[in-house]
């Protein structure tokens, strides 16, 4: 089985928000220190935008998405705008959407953005091992933890739900960020995209 890495915005294909080349040039120019991502291979590298991209596509994320066939979250349309949004193909990303991309301030912030938080969220993910131990505690139930070694004494609370992003991934994304809506009863159903 081989992996295919795909990072076009709003492909049908993509498996990620931002290229490996992309994701370098932001990291090693945008963090202090960017060992972590420099030492790994690019088989780990790949593999951690790939689970960001997972990761920030678990959230709920306001507008609707852009095209029909995309395979991730963003592009969106801005909450608000009048459907057809821009001047391209529906069903998914095409010539006539990259020149739109270009011209229109919105959906360039936005790509902007969701780029830099992928990148930020891979390094986080590589910095952690892949696993981040306190929210599988929380997962788990546990609303504190102490530990004592050598005379030293450590504590640890946890207070709400963890939203498993780096907290810089959460800022740069907070301009996009929704809450779920509940549909009880036998209403419309309701499609989340």
């Not at 291979?41 to 959230?59: C, E, K, N």
């Not at 095209?67 to 998914?92: D, M, N, W």
């Not at 050598?150 to 780096?166: E, N, P, Q």
Request: charged share 20%; hydrophobic share 35%.
């Amino acid at each position: 089985m081989s992996f295919t890495f795909c990072s076009t915005f709003g492909s049908s294909i993509a498996n990620a928000y931002v290229s490996l080349a992309d994701a370098d040039d932001i990291l090693t120019n945008e963090v202090i220190n960017p060992s972590y991502w420099t030492d790994a291979s690019t088989i780990t590298r790949q593999a951690a935008l790939v689970t960001a991209t997972r990761a920030i596509d678990g959230r709920n994320w306001h507008g609707t998405r852009y095209f029909f066939k995309q395979a991730l979250q963003f592009p969106r349309v801005p909450p608000g705008a009048v459907f057809p949004y821009g001047a391209t193909s529906y069903t998914e990303a095409d010539a006539a959407f990259f020149d739109w991309l270009a011209q229109d301030e919105y959906l360039t912030l936005q790509k902007s953005r969701v780029e830099k938080a992928c990148a930020i969220q891979a390094l986080h993910l590589i910095r952690i091992g892949g696993r981040d131990l306190e929210r599988e505690s929380q997962a788990l139930g546990i609303g504190s933890e102490s530990s004592s070694q050598a005379g030293i004494s450590s504590s640890k609370s946890y207070s709400g739900r963890s939203t498993g992003l780096h907290p810089d991934v959460m800022d740069l994304l907070r301009y996009y960020k929704a809450t779920p809506r509940l549909v009880r009863g036998s209403g419309q159903s309701s499609r989340y995209y």
